[in-house]
C-alpha cells in the first residue's frame, strides 16, 4: 500500500486530477472556437472544409500538449512540505493556465485564421 507522500501516491493523485480538470479545459477552449464560428458565421461558412478541420485538430492536440505542463508544477509541490497547501490551492493553477490559453486562442482565431480566411 502506497504512502501519502510516496510518488506512486502523488502521480495517481496527480493524474485523477488533472484528467478531470480536462474536461473542463477542452469544453472551455470547443466553446471558445465555437463561440467564434457562431459569431462571424458568414465570414468562417466558406472555409469549413477538411484542411480547415485538420488544422483545428492540430492545435487541439497543441493545446492538450500544453496542458501536460501542470504535472511539471503539481507533482514537485506534492513531493515538498507544502503538499496539504498545494493541493487545496492547484486549482489556481487550473484556472490561470484555462485562461491563458483562452485568451491564446481567441487571439489565434482573431489574429492568424479570421484574416486569412476568404
Avoid: K
Avoid at 39 to 59: D, E, K, Y
Avoid at 66 to 92: E, N, T, V
Amino acid at each position: 500500500m502506497d504512502t501519502a507522500g510516496s510518488l506512486p501516491s502523488i502521480l495517481t493523485d496527480a493524474i485523477r486530477y488533472w484528467e478531470r480538470g480536462r474536461i473542463a479545459y477542452n469544453l472551455v477552449l470547443a466553446g471558445i472556437v465555437l463561440g467564434w464560428f457562431a459569431w462571424t458565421w458568414p465570414h468562417f461558412r466558406q472555409a469549413f472544409h477538411l484542411p480547415l478541420i485538420g488544422a483545428l485538430f492540430v492545435l487541439g492536440v497543441l493545446a492538450n500538449v500544453c496542458y501536460c505542463a501542470a504535472y511539471i508544477a503539481d507533482i514537485p509541490l506534492q513531493h515538498s512540505s507544502f503538499q496539504r497547501q498545494w493541493r487545496a490551492w492547484r486549482w489556481g493553477l487550473w484556472l490561470i493556465g484555462t485562461l491563458f490559453a483562452s485568451v491564446l486562442a481567441s487571439y489565434w482565431i482573431a489574429d492568424e485564421i479570421y484574416p486569412f480566411v476568404g
